[in-house]
């Protein structure tokens, strides 16, 4: 599930569940609404991804890569290490900033944590 969020200066995805080949129908809708807002800094929160494969990759970066030619920049938030690892396995790392300072929420980590093992929460 991806969720679109705006303020005068930001747009804000907020993403859970899996970001992979099987929601990629979806990501083409995104990114045209993203980038027809046009606003200056985009930020993508990551707490509730629970999975991220090279098709996910790809998006986030047709998404980082479209705001970066408009002059504005991209920040990923409660981006998961492994998640990072991707990014940065496809060459891609440089076109974000991380928010370091981002805290998410006490269940995500949790929850990610349970899908990981197979299990729920």
């Not at 099987?22 to 990501?27: G, I, K, S, T």
């Not at 970066?61 to 998640?83: Q, Y």
């Not at 891609?92 to 006490?106: M, N």
């Amino acid at each position: 599930m991806i969720e679109i969020a705006t303020s005068a200066t930001t747009t804000t995805l907020v993403i859970a569940g899996d970001l992979d080949l099987a929601e990629r129908d979806q990501f083409p809708e995104i990114a045209a609404r993203v980038v027809g807002l046009r606003r200056q800094l985009l930020v993508i929160d990551m707490c509730g991804v629970t999975f991220m494969d090279s098709t996910g990759a790809a998006f986030l970066i047709s998404l980082a890569d479209s705001s970066r030619k408009r002059g504005g920049a991209t920040v990923l938030r409660g981006a998961d290490p492994r998640d990072l690892f991707v990014l940065e396995v496809c060459g891609a790392l440089d076109l974000f900033r991380l928010d370091s300072d981002h805290r998410c929420p006490e269940g995500q980590d949790e929850q990610s944590a349970a899908s990981q093992a197979g299990s729920s929460v």
